[in-house]
């Protein structure tokens, strides 16, 4: 299923804040309290019968409220494999919903700030896929792969062919959405559409498939 755009939970927020609304300092509020407790916030949530993606305005409020430089990390993965057990172990007990039942507990994604001088460390708990007793939204481990300077896929147990087919789902799917129509051959020069070549093996660059053949260059 082709991933919606998300849209911001309050499409006026930025005029309600203008106009003195007492929306802003609620948010605000929330905000001061997760930072003190280390209480995550909602960021990428569905609404409506149709599940259409939206931004909540606390999370974006606590990721705007930051000054620079910050690291993001996102915890993507296996339904029920322990990201938000992990992902609360990181910035704090109790820090993400969690719990040992076979129903999914997170839904989109939800984020951690810690704050730490000079950088601040982002993290996001993404909904898991491959979960056969709960739905999944393509578009959420999509985002997490984006947003994130450092991306941990966790997995029950060991890393399994399917663990790792869900992982080259996940970034295929990035790519398709956001990559270039075109791609630079690094042995041609000519530009081709980036699925008419691979990427090889050893120098992880990325050829045309009519180089690949006449060369013989062993692909991933």
């Known amino acids: 299923?082709?991933?919606?755009?998300?849209?911001?939970?309050?499409?006026?927020?930025?005029?309600r804040r203008a106009a003195g609304s007492p929306r802003a300092p609620r948010v605000a509020l929330i905000w001061r309290?997760?930072?003190?407790?280390?209480?995550s916030l909602p960021l990428l949530k569905f609404e409506g019968p149709k599940e259409v993606p939206v931004l909540s305005e606390?999370?974006?409020?606590?990721?705007?409220?930051?000054?620079?430089?910050?690291c993001p990390v996102a915890f993507v993965g296996d339904g029920r494999s322990g990201k938000s057990f992990l992902a609360s172990k990181l910035v704090g007990e109790g820090a993400f919903p969690q719990d040992d039942s076979d129903v999914a507990v997170t839904e989109g994604i939800d984020v951690a700030v810690m704050q730490s001088h000079p950088g601040h460390l982002i993290v996001f708990d993404c909904e898991g896929g491959n979960n056969a007793l709960s739905k999944?939204?393509?578009?959420?481990t999509v985002v997490g792969a984006l947003v994130a300077t450092a991306l941990v896929f966790v997995t029950d147990g060991r890393a399994s062919e399917s663990a790792m087919q869900a992982l080259a789902a996940m970034l295929?799917?990035?790519?398709?959405?956001f990559s270039p129509k075109v791609l630079k051959c690094s042995f041609c020069n000519g530009f081709h559409p980036w699925p008419r070549g691979?990427?090889?093996?050893v120098t992880r660059m990325w050829h045309c498939l009519d180089c690949i053949m006449q060369l013989g260059i062993e692909i991933a």
């Open 1 to 15: 299923r082709k991933p919606h755009s998300p849209r911001v939970a309050t499409g006026n927020g930025a005029q």
């Open 33 to 39: 309290r997760a930072m003190l407790s280390c209480k």
């Open 58 to 70: 606390e999370g974006l409020a606590a990721l705007a409220a930051l000054p620079g430089p910050v």
């Open 136 to 140: 999944s939204h393509s578009i959420v």
């Open 172 to 177: 295929e799917d990035c790519w398709k959405v």
């Open 198 to 201: 691979r990427v090889e093996t």
